[in-house]
Nanobody, 114 residues
Framework: QVQLVESGGGLVQPGGSLRLSCAAS????????MAWYRQAPGKERELVAF????????NYADSVKGRFTISRDNAKNTLYLQMSRLKPEETAVYYC???????WGQGTQVTVST
C-alpha cells in the first residue's frame, strides 16, 4: 500500500532552517509528481511546493519563493523540503502528498519560535 512518512520537523528559531524528508513506498515514486502542503492552527491546508516526477519543474507558493526548495531523490524514493529564513507564522504541520493529494503522509510539526 502507498505510504508517505515525513520526518525532520521540530522547533526552530525565527530565521532558522530545517530540512523535511518524506520517505515513499508502495508505488513507483519516480513516476509521480509530489508536493508539500502545510496546515497552521485554525487555517486551511495550503500548497507550499510542487515538483514533477523527474524533478525538472518546481513551483512554490509566493510566500515561500526564494526561501524554500523542494527536491527529490528518485533512487532513494525520498522527497525533501529545505526551508530557510523561517518565520513564526510558518508554524504548521507539514505534509507530503502524492501528486496534489491522492495520498498523504501523517505530517510533521514545524514550530518557529523563540
Amino acid at each position: 500500500q502507498v505510504q508517505l512518512v515525513e520526518s525532520g520537523g521540530g522547533l526552530v528559531q525565527p530565521g532558522g532552517s530545517l530540512r523535511l524528508s518524506c520517505a515513499a513506498s508502495g508505488f513507483t515514486f519516480s513516476n509521480y509528481a509530489m508536493a508539500w502542503y502545510r496546515q497552521a492552527p485554525g487555517k486551511e491546508r495550503e500548497l507550499v511546493a510542487f515538483i514533477t516526477s523527474g524533478g525538472g519543474y518546481t513551483n512554490y507558493a509566493d510566500s515561500v519563493k526564494g526561501r524554500f526548495t523542494i527536491s527529490r531523490d528518485n533512487a532513494k524514493n525520498t522527497l525533501y523540503l529545505q526551508m530557510s529564513r523561517l518565520k513564526p507564522e510558518e508554524t504548521a504541520v507539514y505534509y507530503c502528498a502524492r501528486r496534489v493529494g491522492d495520498y498523504w503522509g501523517q505530517g510533521t510539526q514545524v514550530t518557529v519560535s523563540t
